[in-house]
C-alpha cells in the first residue's frame, strides 16, 4: 500500500489543521494507521494511532487531549485533527500503515509499522 500524508502548512499558535493519510494499491480498511512527527534534529515520535476497523484510537506524547485521529475506509483516508497548535509542534507529519491481527488492535511503535508515506511539514509560528 501506497501513502500520502498531506494538508501542512504555515500556522498561527492557538490554530487548528487537519492532516490527511491518502492511501493507494490496497485495501485501505486491513490496515492499522499511525500518525508520527518529527522535528528537526530530534527522533521521529508517536501522536496517534488508529486500529483497521476506526473502533480503537490511542495517543501518547506532548500531542495528547489537543489531536483526534479517524478514518473513512471507503475513502481510502485517515485523518488527523489537530488544535491549540504550538510553536513546539513544527514537524515533519507522518503517516504509516501495517496490518495487526485484529482490527481492533492499534501500534504505537515507529518500528511496528511497514509502510510509510512521505511526510508533510507543519510549521507553527509564535
Known amino acids: 500500500v501506497q501513502l500520502q500524508a498531506s494538508g501542512g502548512g504555515l500556522m498561527e499558535t492557538g490554530g487548528s489543521l487537519t492532516l490527511s493519510c491518502t492511501s493507494s494499491?490496497?485495501?485501505?480498511?486491513?490496515?492499522?494507521v499511525g500518525w508520527f512527527r518529527q522535528a528537526p534534529g530530534q527522533e521521529r515520535e508517536f501522536v496517534a494511532a488508529?486500529?483497521?476497523?476506526?473502533?480503537?484510537?490511542h495517543y501518547s506524547g506532548p500531542m495528547e487531549g489537543r489531536c483526534n485521529i479517524t478514518r473513512d475506509n471507503a475513502k481510502n483516508t485517515a485523518y488527523l485533527q489537530m488544535s491549540e497548535l504550538r510553536p513546539e509542534d513544527t514537524a515533519v507529519y507522518f503517516c504509516?500503515?501495517?496490518?495487526?491481527?485484529?482490527?481492533?488492535?492499534?501500534?504505537?511503535?515507529?518500528?511496528?509499522?511497514?509502510?510509510w508515506g512521505r511526510g508533510t511539514l507543519v510549521t507553527v509560528s509564535s
Open positions: 504509516a500503515a501495517t496490518q495487526l491481527s485484529t482490527h481492533t488492535t492499534v501500534r504505537i511503535t515507529a518500528k511496528g509499522y511497514d509502510f
Open positions: 494499491g490496497g485495501t485501505f480498511g486491513l490496515y492499522a
Open positions: 488508529i486500529s483497521s476497523s476506526g473502533s480503537a484510537t
